[in-house]
């Protein structure tokens, strides 16, 4: 058998999920993606009625439950006007600044099921007309999507079958590098769903039998707040998000090692699971970071915030630039792989 966890498969799956449009509300061929992968496996899924999907794999004890997610949704847009000239007035999906999309390749996706691309501009870019280009508001009214078709008014447009509502992905743009380096958009937080079938592949492969029962659940509403607050069983017990680790000033997480956050915006991390985890690190040869996300929220803490009485965790590979032009190395996913791998392997604590 190779050995594992195996970087390159690992970011092959990686680059295949970060290449389907996926903004939050728009997630359906994200789901069926992960969901053809899993029944591959043999591994049961069932779809919520938000259009997550959950896999439970059976374990010896069926009273106490683990629970973990990852999101396959990300930064998106959606039309919020058709202009006269018949450019494009967006409403951004998710936290991020408008400069982080400036100049950027994007997809339309029409209602009729057609698919159109475009450039997301400033409406005043052309250095050779517009003088004070630079220090304009990078915002709603400013930015606009140059349509890749002859159109010029909002009736040329519409005509296309472009309408309000309309969502629009961002391109990727995904490279690996031969160092071991992948840039992309959207790492956060297809690199954690990436892991999470890698591991989910592996257990069933080794057809090891693990000591709790334990779904995976790929949320769908991350980025807006409210993707891994349901379909927790009455038996969950641990429940561990995977979702990206924050990189920059003052940050010990970087693209090298696992980042087990012990606090962030929400407030702390339980306390003995973060202290598991460090312990299986230990045992297992993985590095890993302590830290703290000053301005982040996770599908653990909406879990927490929904009411559910729960020990919750969150683990991730450490991105660099998050929500912008992303970038991680195979490491720091071969390290949250393996803490994973372990971890699901071993008693829940309260036991
Ligand atoms: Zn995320």
Not at 20 to 46: H, M, W
Not at 198 to 221: D, G, M, R, Y
Request: net charge negative.
């Amino acid at each position: 058998m190779e050995s594992y966890p195996n970087a390159q498969a690992t970011k092959a799956i990686i680059e295949q999920l970060v290449k389907i449009p996926s903004p939050t509300g728009y997630t359906t061929e994200a789901i069926s993606f992960v969901e053809n992968y899993l029944r591959q496996l043999g591994v049961e899924t069932k779809r919520n009625r938000k259009g997550g999907l959950i896999a439970t794999v059976k374990g010896e004890n069926d009273n106490k439950h683990r629970f973990l997610t990852a999101h396959v949704d990300t930064l998106g847009a959606m039309v919020k006007e058709v202009k006269d000239n018949g450019r494009l007035k967006i409403q951004r999906i998710g936290g991020f600044p408008f400069n982080y999309i400036e100049g950027e390749y994007c997809t339309i996706h029409m209602s009729n099921n057609n698919s159109i691309s475009g450039t997301i501009l400033m409406h005043q870019t052309a250095v050779h007309v517009y003088h004070k280009s630079s220090s304009l508001e990078r915002s709603e009214d400013n930015i606009e999507i140059r349509i890749d078709a002859e159109v010029h008014n909002a009736n040329d447009t519409r005509a296309l079958g472009i309408e309000v509502g309309d969502f629009i992905s961002f391109e990727p743009r995904v490279e690996i590098t031969d160092n071991g380096f992948i840039k992309s958009r959207h790492l956060d937080d297809k690199a954690s769903v990436g892991i999470l079938l890698q591991v989910i592949k592996q257990i069933e492969a080794e057809n090891i039998k693990l000591p709790h029962t334990t779904h995976f659940l790929f949320s769908n509403n991350e980025e807006i707040g409210y993707g891994g607050n349901s379909n927790i069983t009455p038996e969950t017990v641990e429940y561990l998000a995977v979702d990206m680790g924050a990189i920059g000033d003052g940050q010990l997480t970087d693209e090298y090692t696992v980042s087990i956050c012990v606090k962030d915006s929400s407030g702390p991390y339980h306390y003995g699971l973060r202290n598991h985890l460090v312990k299986i690190a230990k045992q297992h040869d993985i590095s890993y970071k302590l830290d703290i996300y000053p301005y982040y929220q996770s599908d653990a803490s909406a879990a927490i915030q929904s009411g559910n009485d729960i020990i919750h965790g969150l683990i991730g590979p450490g991105i660099d630039a998050s929500h912008a032009f992303e970038r991680t190395h195979e490491s720091s996913l071969i390290h949250t792989e393996k803490l994973i791998y372990h971890y699901i392997q071993t008693k829940i604590i309260d036991i």
